[in-house]
């Protein structure tokens, strides 16, 4: 289980900004195992019409509690920091959003990184009961491959077995009751263990949350 909260602040004229946290578990060993995760953020977004809209921003993945030293797991086993920034973008139309992220050194020092992604929501009053439905797939593309012959090292990779992409998918069910939103979401990939250092990471997974916007 996790707890997160976040705080943001937004203006008039479409800038915000905001911070995010909560416990990790990564299931490494190591000394400096991260045990929180902090996500600063800022950005531009707002409607272009009635039916478009952009998002545009600047993300930094914090981990305070750990340090550059060995973790490992499986056969995942690396020694560089854990910290990265990325930028963002998306545009959506009408229940479509179309999105993408770059980080020019991504979690562990693993070289470029970028994301591409399309999400579609049924809305919240598409389904009976008032639950929305969304769904989600991305695909994760990364400069460094373990079998590349500039990467001296295969830790120098995001991914095990030769590989340098994957694609995630989920859905998600969600229903706001009594001032809380509930959801579950149903994650996966198409990556088995052997391309995921040997972890479960990659695996299929139920995700149940509730919150509360303040």
């Not at 560089?80 to 990325?86: G, N, S, V």
């Not at 070289?111 to 399309?118: A, D, L, V, W």
């Not at 590349?148 to 090292?153: H, L, P, T």
């Not at 959801?183 to 198409?190: K, N, Q, R, Y």
Request: charged share 20%.
């Amino acid at each position: 289980p996790a707890v997160s909260g976040g705080f943001d602040i937004a203006f008039d004229n479409g800038f915000y900004a905001g911070i995010w946290g909560s416990n990790v578990d990564f299931e490494l060993t190591g000394s400096s195992n991260p045990s929180m995760e902090l996500d600063y953020y800022a950005g531009l977004g707002g409607n272009l019409t009635e039916e478009i809209s952009y998002d545009i921003g600047l993300l930094y993945y914090d981990y305070p509690t750990s340090a550059e030293t060995n973790f490992s797991s499986g056969s995942y086993n690396k020694d560089r920091d854990l910290d990265y920034a990325e930028v963002y973008g998306s545009i959506g139309y009408k229940d479509f959003t179309l999105g993408f992220a770059y980080s020019d050194d991504y979690w562990q020092e693993t070289g470029e990184f970028n994301y591409y992604y399309i999400d579609y929501s049924f809305g919240l009053f598409a389904l009976p009961a008032d639950i929305a439905l969304d769904f989600h797939v991305g695909f994760n593309d990364f400069e460094n491959s373990s079998d590349d012959s500039n990467v001296s090292d295969a830790n120098e990779a995001f991914l095990s077995d030769g590989e340098d992409n994957y694609t995630d998918f989920s859905v998600t069910l969600s229903k706001s009751i009594a001032g809380l939103d509930f959801a579950l979401s149903f994650v996966d990939t198409d990556l088995d263990e052997d391309e995921c250092w040997g972890t479960d990471w990659c695996d299929s997974s139920a995700i149940f949350s509730i919150s509360k916007s303040m």
